[in-house]
């Protein structure tokens, strides 16, 4: 049996990241004990009985207090305020990281709160619609990219181990390429959908609509704080967006323009990739 990569792994939000984190920690053995943090003590039972973690608690400041590796999977407002709380209570050699789907506003609560610890901002590309620790999934980040804010070999080791691919990619970078590549497109699933008698429930199962609709089933209060955190970078996108296609688009449709779409078309052919 290969030797544990860390001591003590704290995993601070079990939803259905940091639930499937726990559950993917302990089937590789990649600690010799996990410790799960929440704030619900039915989601910490479900963690015990999927075993998952070997110790439970409500306690933040108990939890990460013996910590090597503490994970942080909460909503990016929360972990900025639990990045204040623990400095305190963290070890020496602690290593912190996190999950959050925008980079800047965590790494500059990082800079301010962790003087004494090292801080990886992380952001694995892995989920779905589906959310909480029933949903968690121990292979959810196999085959995935985890982008990392800077080089460090314990952390990346940590993912790889996982079974993601692990991408440096620095904060600002990854703020501008996730409003585009995710956060732009939940909007405009959210943005689709907000007329109810345009989809009535006999609505064929039309493959252009579904993966939309999926996006839009996303969880409110999640999304709308992704949102907020990465709001400058998801305003320009959503401007450009507007500017370079929907706005062209609706004048050549008035227009009559059928060489324009064409073109228009084509374009996005040549720009777009293989899913």
């Known amino acids: 049996m290969k030797k544990p990569l860390f001591n003590q792994i704290a995993i601070v939000g079990l939803g259905l990241i940091g639930g499937s984190l726990a559950l993917a920690t302990k089937k590789m053995g990649l600690a010799r004990q996990v410790i799960g943090v929440s704030r619900s003590e039915r989601t910490l039972l479900e963690a015990l009985r999927r075993k998952a973690v070997d110790v439970a608690t409500t306690d933040l400041k108990k939890g990460v207090s013996g910590a090597d590796l503490v994970v942080l999977c909460a909503p990016v407002s929360v972990i900025e305020s639990q990045l204040k709380v ?66 460090n070999t314990r952390v990346e080791g940590f993912w790889k181990a996982l079974g993601s691919r692990p991408v440096i990619l620095n904060a600002v970078a990854h703020d501008d390429l996730v409003a585009k590549t995710s956060h732009t497109p939940h909007a405009l699933a959210f943005s689709l959908f907000q007329t109810k008698k345009d989809f009535p429930r006999n609505t064929p199962p039309n493959p252009s609509i579904r993966e939309l609709a999926r996006l839009a089933k996303s969880d409110a209060d999640l999304w709308a704080d992704v949102f907020m955190s990465n709001r400058e970078a998801l305003l320009e996108s959503i401007v450009e967006t507007e500017r370079k296609g929907i706005h062209l688009l609706k004048e050549m449709l008035r227009l009559g323009d059928r060489a324009g779409i064409v073109r228009f078309i084509k374009q996005a052919n040549k720009n777009s990739f293989n899913s």
């Open 86 to 151: 623990i400095q305190k209570y963290l070890k020496k050699n602690a290593l912190v990281t996190d999950v959050g789907s925008s980079k800047i506003e965590i790494e500059r609560a990082a800079r301010t709160h962790l003087k004494k610890n090292t801080f990886v901002g992380a952001h694995p590309l892995a989920g779905s619609e589906k959310t909480g620790i029933f949903s968690a999934d121990a292979d959810l980040f196999k085959r995935s990219v985890c982008f990392i804010t800077k080089r």
